[in-house]
């Protein structure tokens, strides 16, 4: 296996063998839409997204390796999303991710990598109206004058991080814990099923308590990448990130 410092330099080198160690073969982001207003910018900003991954695969000459594994999950649903909160997607993000099945153990120990760390699980992107005018900003000014693409308005989206907590603890949210709760609940009898829905009313009411004081916390003001002291990140770093 290449030396330390060789992986961590190639984004794409990790992406590889974070598959083979893992055993998940998919990457790339969830993206949450968060604003309705406009469904055809939506979809240019998708596009153009979609279009720099494209583009920095085939500069790097990974595109017929990696592109093929590259799933974009877009989460839309008008009724809760729109206007939502980094908050609320942080928690619907972690909800989500207790249904998807993701592996507890890694496959094989090319790397320390354990599936819920890969960055599929533990970022999601977050659009916004704010965010979804910033493509309007770049395409306009991209008139193919530029020499690099820094040079223009840059498209920007925010990460979330879902460990993050506004005083710094690990996510009270285990995500492991997560999931062993529903491989349990899914073996339970169906006579234990009334008992756990009384236990479950009373751990809710705890957790919208201890809910509101977070998010109070929450939007009060935190880093760009939640749980992260990283101020900034361009467009197109932020795509390969997702190795």
Same mark, same amino acid.
Not at 31 to 52: G, M, P, V
Not at 132 to 140: A, D, H, I, K, R
Not at 219 to 235: A, K, L, N, Q, V
């Given at each position: 296996?290449?030396?330390?410092?060789?992986? $961590?330099?190639?984004?794409?080198?990790r992406?590889?063998?974070n598959?083979?160690?893992? /055993?998940?073969? #998919?990457?790339?982001?969830v !993206?949450?839409?968060?604003t309705?207003?406009?469904?055809?910018?939506?979809?240019r900003?998708?596009?153009?997204?979609?279009?720099?991954?494209?583009d920095?695969?085939?500069?790097?000459?990974?595109?017929e390796?990696?592109?093929?594994y590259?799933?974009?999950?877009?989460?839309?649903?008008?009724?809760?999303? $729109?206007?939502?909160?980094?908050?609320?997607?942080r #928690?619907? =993000?972690?909800?989500?991710?207790? /249904?998807?099945?993701?592996p507890?153990? &890694?496959?094989?120990?090319?790397?320390n990598?354990?599936?819920?760390?890969?960055p599929?699980?533990?970022?999601?992107?977050?659009?916004? #109206?704010?965010?979804?005018?910033?493509?309007?900003?770049?395409?306009?000014?991209?008139? /193919?004058?530029?020499? =690099?693409?820094?040079?223009?308005?840059?498209?920007?989206?925010?990460?979330?991080?879902?460990t993050?907590? &506004?005083? /710094?603890t690990?996510?009270?949210?285990? !995500?492991y814990?997560a999931?062993?709760?529903?491989k349990?609940? $899914?073996? #339970?009898?169906q006579?234990?099923?009334?008992?756990? $829905?009384?236990?479950?009313?009373?751990?809710?009411?705890?957790d919208?308590?201890?809910?509101?004081?977070?998010?109070?916390?929450?939007?009060?003001?935190?880093?760009?990448?939640?749980?992260?002291?990283?101020?900034?990140? &361009?467009?197109?770093?932020?795509?390969?990130s997702?190795?």
């Amino acid at each position: 296996m290449a030396d330390d410092a060789d992986y $961590d330099r190639d984004a794409y080198k990790r992406t590889c063998l974070n598959m083979l160690s893992t /055993g998940v073969h #998919k990457w790339g982001f969830v !993206i949450y839409r968060c604003t309705y207003d406009d469904d055809e910018l939506w979809n240019r900003y998708l596009a153009q997204l979609k279009s720099f991954c494209h583009d920095e695969l085939v500069e790097e000459r990974r595109a017929e390796l990696l592109e093929q594994y590259l799933d974009w999950v877009v989460i839309e649903d008008r009724a809760t999303l $729109d206007n939502a909160s980094r908050f609320e997607v942080r #928690k619907h =993000f972690n909800q989500w991710l207790s /249904g998807q099945n993701i592996p507890t153990f &890694p496959a094989k120990a090319y790397t320390n990598t354990s599936p819920i760390e890969l960055p599929r699980f533990r970022y999601c992107l977050y659009v916004d #109206k704010q965010c979804l005018n910033t493509v309007t900003q770049f395409q306009e000014a991209n008139d /193919g004058t530029a020499l =690099f693409l820094s040079q223009l308005p840059p498209m920007v989206f925010a990460i979330i991080d879902r460990t993050w907590t &506004p005083n /710094g603890t690990e996510d009270q949210f285990d !995500i492991y814990k997560a999931l062993m709760k529903k491989k349990e609940e $899914d073996r #339970k009898e169906q006579g234990d099923e009334e008992q756990d $829905d009384d236990e479950e009313d009373e751990d809710e009411e705890d957790d919208d308590e201890e809910d509101d004081d977070e998010e109070d916390e929450y939007e009060r003001g935190y880093p760009i990448i939640d749980g992260s002291d990283r101020r900034s990140m &361009p467009t197109l770093m932020s795509c390969q990130s997702s190795a």
